[in-house]
C-alpha cells in the first residue's frame, strides 16, 4: 500500500476517497442559572441531514438532567428537530448532540452554475415552490440598499457562479468580522450599515442579497471542520456552529457558499438544516420556568474528522 | 291580528293620524321607483319590486300594531335584557394585532330588536352555498399544509401562502382524526343590488359569532314573544349539539370519553362574552392559558393539585399565539408544547393550528377555479369582486378603478378606502401597491342590502350582512340555520370596516311544517348506558379557584362597605343641625371609621361627608372605594364566567344602573344616593342568595365562600379596631356601638337577646364569640374550617387549617369583660392587642391559601439565545 500523500495526488481511484470525509461532531450546550429552573422545554436542531452530498451515520442527543419526554420530528423542509421536557428542578441544563457524518464534494451542476444567473430566477408557473426563498422573511428583509448592493456583483448576463464568488467575496472584505456588533434583533439593513457582524448576519445578507434579485436562496445552519496550521495539534471544542447561504440554480439544485470564508461550500461544511432564515433552524431553542434572573451560556462544538 | 297583505292594504294612517311605521319605511329616501333602472340598495323586505316579501309581513304588521312608541320601548326592553345577560364586546383597534396589548373596557353588545327574515328557498340556496364553500375551504386547507398540489399546479399563487403569517410552518404534520381539517367555519356575506348573496370573506381563524348568535336570538324571542311564536324562525339550539357530538368525534383515539375544553385569551378579549357563551352552550369548561400544560407529550388541564386530561381544545386564541415554543415565543396565552402534542395526535386543536390561511382575501379570486379543479363544481356562493394585485392585469384594474375598490392586506391588516383618501394620499397608496403588488387585493364596494332597524324617530334602513357558520361533522358540514346579523357602520372609516356597529338577529323561516323535521338533529334524551359525571373539581384550576376566591371577597367587601356607608350617612344626616347634641362625636368616629375599614383617605378638613360618601361610592381612580369593589367583582365574575348563574349579570347590571344614576345626579341632596346604597346592598344580598341557593357545591365554590369568609372576618375586626379600642363618651360609645351593630347587621339580635342595654362587652361577645351568629368572626372561621374540609384534597394539618384553628382558640380564651377593660388614656389595650393579632392572622391565612391553592408558575422566560461565533 502506498501512502496517502502520493496516491492523492496522483490516482483518480483515491480520488473517490479524498472527495468524501467522514467527521465525528459533538456540540455541547451548557446553560448555568442564577436560580432553580422548574421545567424547560427544547427544541433543537442538531441532527444532521441527509442532503445529495452528505449522509448522517449516526446521531444521539443527550439532555441532561434527563428530560420525562422527547422526540425527534420531521419540519417542512425534511429537516430533523428534537423536542424535549426537562421536568427535574435544575440550575444547569446541558443538551449534547453527538453525530457521525460523510461528506462528499457538492455534486451542483457546473453548466449550470456557470449560465447567466437571470436564468436561475424561479417562476410561479415553473418553480412554485421554489418561490417560498425568493421572498422575504422575519430576518431576511429586502430593503432596496440590500438590491442595489448585490447588483453590483450581480450585473445582467453574468454566469451565476461568478457573480455569486464575487458577492461572496465582497462581503468576507467589506464586512469586519466582529461579534457584539450585532445583536439577535439585528436586521440584514443594521449589519449593511455596521458593515460588521458573524456568521449569521453575513448569511442573512448574501441570502438577503440574493432574494432582492429574484433568486431563491436558504439559510443553511451547520458545522465547519477547522484545520490547525501545519505542526499543531487540533484544539478540541474551539469551534463552533456555523452558517452560510445557498442558492438554487437554473436546474433546480443548490450550490452553497460561505460569505464569512470567502468560498464555496465544500466537503468541509457539514449541514444540519435549512430554512428561510435563523428562526427556522436555530441549534437550540425553548422556553424555561424559573425566577432566575441571570443565565449563562457555553457552547463548544468540536468536528474531528475519522 | 290579521296578516296584511301586499303593501297595498298597509298603507294609511294609523288611528292617530301617523303614518304606519312600515309605510313611512318604504317610503324613505325619496321614494322607490320600480321599474327604473334604480341603482339603489336591495331591501330585504321588499326585495327589488317594492312590495313586502311573503316572510316580512307578520313583521310589518306587528310593527305597524306597535307604532313609534311601542318600537322605541322594545329598544330599551332589548339594552336591558343585553345588560341583564352581561352580553359585552370589548371593542379593539383592529391594527392592534397583540391579543396581549392593555385591555379596553368592554362595552354592551348592541343588538337591533328586528329579526333579519330569510326565506326558506333562499336559505337553501345560502346553505348549499355556505356547505360547499366549507368543503372547497377544507380540501384547500388539507393541501396546503399536505402535498401542496394547489400551489405546485399553479391553482394558488405560492405568495399568497408563504408570505401570510397565519401560514404556520410547525403547523405541517398536525392531522385532524375523521374527514375534514376545516372544523369550524364562517363566511360573511352580503347582497348584491338584484338580491343574489356574495360572500365578502371567510372566518376560519378561530370564528367568532356564533355564541352571539345564540345571545341574540334569546333577547329578540323574549321581546317579541308573540311574533316570535308566530313566525317560528328555525332554532339554533341543535347547532351547538351538533357541535359538541362533532368535537367529540374528532379526539384523538385513545380517548374513550374525551374531555373538551374551550380555551379563551382571557376575559379582556375582544369576544370574551362569545367564547364564555359558546363554552356554556357546548357545556365544557371554558378555559385559559394558565389552566393548561404539556406534560409527557400531552395536554392537561390544571385541577385542585392534580392533572386531568384533555382531548380536544376549541381554540380562541389566534394558532401564532398558541405555543410560545414553537410558534410565536413570548405569548402569554398558549401553551408551551401545544404544537408537538398536535403533532403528535394527543390532543386535537380545532381550528387547527394554520387555518387562519383561509382568511386571506387574497384567495377569495381563485375559488372559482379551485372550486372547478378541486371538487369539479361550480362555485355555488361567488365572492364580491376581488382582484389580486400580484397579477398586472388585475393590478391595473384595481388602479384603474381605484376609488371604487376597498384595498384589503393578503395578510391581516386594516382595509383601505381610496374615495376616502386625498388626492396626495392616494398616490401613496398607489405606489404602495405598485412597490408590492402580492400584498394587496382591490375588492370592489360590496354594495350591501338594507333592512329596516329600530331608530329614535321610527325605522331606518340600515346596510346588513350576516355571518353564516358551518361545522364539521360526520363526512359533510352543518350550518347554523341562522346567522350572526349585522348592520355596517355608515361611515367605513371608522373602525374599519366590517366592525359591528348593531347586530341583528336572522330569523329562517321553515318552509317545512311536518313537526317531527322540526325537530331537526335535535338530541333527546340519551339512550346509551348512565354517563358517569366529570368529577367536580375538574374544572378547577388555581386560576378559577383564586378568581372564584376574590369573588367572594369582593362581594363581601362590596356589601360591608355598603352597610357602613349607609351608617355613617344615617348618623351624618342625623346630627348634621345637632352639632352640639352629647352623641354628635359619633360622627367622627364613624367617618375614620369608614377610611380606616377601606384604606381610603380620610375625610379632608371642611369636606362634606355626604359628598364624601358619595366619593367613596363612584371614584373608580381611588383605591378602596365602593366603585373598585364592583369592579373587583365584575372583573372576577367575568373570569370565571361559565361558573356562575346566568342571572348574576341581571343582578350586577341592576348594581351597575343604580350606581350610574347616582353619577348622573352630581346635586343629589342625599336622596339618590340612600337609593343607591339601598340597590347596591340588596344586589349584593341577591349575589350571596345567589352562591347560596344557586350554585353546585364545588371546589369553586368553597373558595368562593373561603373568600368571603376571611373578608367578613377582617372587615368585622377592622371595624372595631376603628371604633371601640378608644372610649369616648357614653353617649357617643352607646350609639358607635349602635352603628357599628348596625353595619354588621346584628342590631336585631343584639336588642333582643341583651334587652336594649347597650355594653361593649356583650357586643364584643355578640360580634366576635358568638358561633351562632352569622355575621361573628367564630362564625367565619367555623365556616372556613368547614370549606377548606370540603376540599377534595383536604387534610385537616394544611398550613390554612392549623393557623383557623390558632384563631379558633384565641377566639375560645376570649372574656368579653377584660376586653371592655379601659387603661387611663381610655385605650383599650386588650382589644387593641386582640383584634390586631386577629386581623394580622386572618390576613396570614388568605396568603396561606394563596400559597397552597393559586399556584403559579414560575415566570416564563427563552431558553437564552444562542448567537453563532467565528469560525473561519
Redesign the interface.
Known sequence: MTSEGETSERTPTTDMVTTSRRYRIEHRTIYRYSDDVSASYGRGYLHPRDTPDQRCLDHRLIVEPEPSDAADGLDVYGNTSAYFHVTRPHTELCVVGLSEVEVSVPGWDRTSASLPWELALPTRATDPRAIEFTLPSLLVQLPSAVREYAAISFIPRRPMIDALTDLNHRIRTQFKYESGATSVSSTVLDVLEARAGVCQDFAHLAVACLRSLGLACRYVSGYLATYPPPGEERMIGVDASHAWAAVRLADGSWVGFDPTNDTLADERYTTIAWGRDYDDVPPLRGVIFTDAENHEMDVAVDVAPM | MSAPGPTGQLLGSTPGGMPALVDAYLARGGMFTPGVGDPRRYDEMTGTDGALLPGWSELAAALNAIGERGLADLSGRVDRLLEDDGVTYTPVDAVVADPAAAPANPERWRLDPLPLVVEDAEWRRLEAGLIQRSTLMDAVLTDLYGD?KV??N?LL???LV??HRDYL??A??VTIPGAHQLFFHAVDVCRSTSGSFQALGDRTQAPSGAGYAMADRRVVSRVLPDLFRRSAPRGLGAFFHTMRSALASVAPDQAEDPRVVVLTPGAHSETAFDQAMLASLLGVPLVESADLT????RLWMLSMGRVEPVDVVVRRVDASWSD???LR?NSRLGV??LT?AC??GTVTVVNTLGSGILESPGMLPFLPQLARSVLGETLKLESVPTHWCGIDAERSHVLAHFEQMVLRPTDRGRSVFPALLSRDERQVWRDRITAEPHRWVGQENAPFSEAPMAAPDGLAAGQVSMRLFSVAHGSGYVPMPGALGRVQDDDPSIGGRGRVSVAKDVWVRSGRTDPAVRGEGRVWLYEGPVVHPDRPESTSSPRVLEDMFWLGRYAERTEDLTRLLIVAQERVEDFRFRPEHLGAGCVPVLLSAVGAVSATRPLAPGQDPLSRIRELILDTSEIGTLAQSLAGLRESARSVRDQLSGDTWMVLGGVDRAVAELAEAPGDGGMTLSSTQAAVLSGMLAVSGLASENMIRDPGWYFMDLGRRLERGQQVTALLRSTLTRSHSSAVDSLVVESVLAASESGVTYRRRYRGRTQIATMLELLLLDAGNPRSLAYQVAQARADLRALPDASGTSRPQRRLEEVDSILRRCRPEDLEHTDDTQTRKELTTLLDGLHEALRGIADAIAAQHFWH????????????????
Open positions: 401542496g400551489i405546485e399553479g399563487p405560492p405568495e408563504y408570505l410552518r410547525p405541517h404534520g404539556i406534560r409527557r407529550g410560545p415554543l414553537d415565543p408551551v408544547g408537538e403533532r403528535r408558575p414560575s415566570p416564563m422566560q427563552p431558553l437564552g439565545v444562542v448567537t453563532l461565533e467565528e469560525v473561519q
